[in-house]
């Protein structure tokens, strides 16, 4: 599992906390502080003096650790805070389930589409054959594009035949209830992957994209989260690229890994 970069900060519990109301603004900006060391690596030294570095060596510091240190507690060799361990575990269920949500939706079509073939049989042992509409997304990425296009499936359906999965933009779906996508298959991850190569596909699917729709649930309804996606993951490559590279924007980065056709 890849570290998640961020957290879910929550205002309103964070000023009501009874620890962070008895601190002054130095004392709040120090705990913060520590808190993003805390979360970038997985806790932090014991040592005062080593805290007192991290915070840029402030002169009161018995004073700012005597209402901050309260905030951690020691383990291992190491303090951790229980507020961050709480978003860590609840960040590694999401995305687990969401995944777990994904794979068996696929499962479920497929296994649908492959009782759907074996009742095309007619009466006296012949099949009826009929043309499969589905579209199914290229297994490999284009040579002259990073954007990997789909195509229309010549196969015919039969008892036995395998059913090529409905494209990403008509199955994928965010089930409100459950808090969890649906119909997000490993194929769409790996192509993904190959189409945004400096982007954490997993945890920003499974993480940030579902608390950003959860957070906002008007705006998080959509017609077509295949494009939903590709967007946000087509900006963060993009901000990767102008970061890392000071590069302008790749037209062919921005196109779809995948292609809608009715």
Not at 6 to 16: G, N, S, T, V, W
Request: glycine share 6%.
């Amino acid at each position: 599992m890849n570290k998640s970069p961020a957290f879910q900060f929550y205002p309103k519990d964070f000023i009501m906390d009874d620890k962070v109301a008895v601190m002054n603004l130095e004392q709040i900006g120090a705990y913060i502080k520590l808190l993003c060391y805390c979360w970038n690596n997985n806790g932090l030294p014991t040592d005062e003096e080593e805290l007192k570095e991290m915070c840029g060596n402030p002169e009161n510091w018995e004073k700012i650790w005597k209402k901050v240190g309260r905030c951690f507690y020691e383990n291992n060799g190491k303090l951790y805070n229980k507020r961050l361990d709480k978003e860590r575990e609840k960040q590694k269920f999401w995305k687990e389930k969401s995944k777990e949500g994904g794979i068996k939706s696929g499962k479920t079509r497929r296994e649908k589409a492959r009782t759907k073939g074996g009742s095309n049989k007619t009466k006296g042992g012949s099949r009826k054959h009929e043309p499969n509409t589905n579209h199914s997304v290229s297994s490999s990425p284009s040579s002259s594009s990073s954007s990997i296009p789909s195509s229309v499936s010549n196969k015919r359906v039969g008892s036995g035949a395998k059913k090529a999965p409905d494209p990403p933009h008509l199955r994928i779906k965010f089930n409100f209830k459950k808090k969890q996508w649906q119909g997000i298959i490993d194929e769409d991850l790996e192509r993904c992957k190959k189409t945004f190569p400096d982007v954490d596909i997993e945890y920003h699917i499974f993480t940030k994209m579902v608390d950003w729709i959860i957070t906002n649930p008007r705006k998080g309804r959509k017609k077509n989260y295949a494009r939903f996606i590709n967007n946000w993951l087509s900006d963060e490559q993009e901000k990767f690229d102008l970061k890392n590279a000071g590069k302008h924007r790749d037209e062919k980065r921005a196109e779809e890994w995948y292609k809608e056709e009715d």
